[in-house]
């Protein structure tokens, strides 16, 4: 991953950019990186607060030889990626939040936008956006209780940008790959391991859909949110905003 990467001072959404350039044919591996975003996106249609040289926007171009259904397990890859990169280079106890966000000290660090691109049943590509809070100082106040940066969080220390994108693009190619030959089954007790809310009660409110209280117990093996209920049964959560308790 990364042979091929443009890098921008300023753009809308480096998501725009890598869009562009998949239509146009680039390789898998390809990635955009930008100093600032405008536009940035977040889930859900929400944006992502990217100010100028304060962290880490990122676009990486995936085309894998999956079954749709798998293709959700990729943001998992991705999120267990980033935490060991980032844990190794700082020690920084990051975790995961299911499906997409990285917590520190319960508030988000870092988000993960899986954006996917099918032609009838297959996948044509998918466009996987991290963003890393890594500098900011502060957060627009609507942010300040729920977002923070790795330099907030070392006291005003923040890891340099480039060899932090550089172990996160290894890391990411090394657990991509090991999905992609040995399957989910290798990459969940890494998961597991820096999951934040496995046997804790949550509430999940889901879009379109009535929403659910019980125990995160797990994942399943396509990546969906294991919840069990009061009654003892399990319900598969496939897509959620997450609430503690
Ligand atoms: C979320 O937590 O809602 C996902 C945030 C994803 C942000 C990154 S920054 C790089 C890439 N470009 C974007 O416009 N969004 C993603």
Redesign the pocket.
Known sequence: LGCETHFFETVE????EIHALARAGAPEGTVVIADE?V??????G?S?H?PPGSGI???VLLRPKLELQRCPQLTLVAAVAIVETIREQTGLPLMIKWP??LLLNGK?VC???TELRAESDCVDYIAL???INVSSASFPSELADIATSLSIEQQGQAPLRTPLIKRLLEKLEELYFLYVEQGFSAIKPRWEAHALMLGKPITARRVNSATLQGIAIGIDEQGALLLRMEDGRTEHIYSADIDMG
């Not at 959404?13 to 725009?16: A, I």
């Not at 536009?39 to 859900?44: A, E, H, I, P, Q």
């Open positions: 959404s480096t998501q725009t975003q536009k940035g996106k977040g889930r859900l929400r992502w990217s926007w990122m676009s997409n966000d988000k988000g993960i936008l956006g991290i963003g």
